[in-house]
Nanobody, 124 residues
Framework: VQLQASGGGLVQAGGSLRVSCTAS????????MSWYRQSPGRQRVLIAG???????RYHDSVKGRFTISRDDAKRTVTLQMDNLRPDDTAVYFC???????????????????WGRGTLVTVSS
């Protein structure tokens, strides 16, 4: 399974950017899809996640400014980022919990996958 991210770049404070991530490979079902970010010298943190049923969750710092969505037919998760601030500057990583085969009575086949990061820079 591969996660290919796109989008990101440089934007001024108050502007908007969108990052997307598409999953490919041996996929039976994708459960939660999410975005993390990591700033220099800091830990990677969960920014937003969307479950297969559509329920979403957000880090407090991005609530009301970021919107996560998914398109299951395209196996894509998108993060729309509005009203960006300089402290949003980070490398953004997509993450997906993927079942590569149906579960059986003995085990499930869900694994966590990461995409390569994409840089988002917000200038003041």
């Amino acid at each position: 399974v591969q996660l290919q991210a796109s989008g990101g770049g440089l934007v001024q404070a108050g502007g908007s950017l969108r990052v997307s991530c598409t999953a490919s490979g041996r996929i039976y079902r994708i459960n939660e899809m999410s975005w993390y970010r990591q700033s220099p010298g800091r830990q990677r943190v969960l920014i937003a996640g969307v479950e297969r049923g559509g329920r979403t969750r957000y880090h407090d710092s991005v609530k009301g400014r970021f919107t996560i969505s998914r398109d299951d037919a395209k196996r894509t998760v998108t993060l729309q980022m509005d009203n960006l601030r300089p402290d949003d500057t980070a490398v953004y990583f997509c993450n997906a919990d993927v079942e590569i085969a149906p579960a059986n009575s003995e085990r499930d086949f869900e694994f966590e996958f990461w995409g390569r990061g994409t840089l988002v820079t917000v200038s003041s």
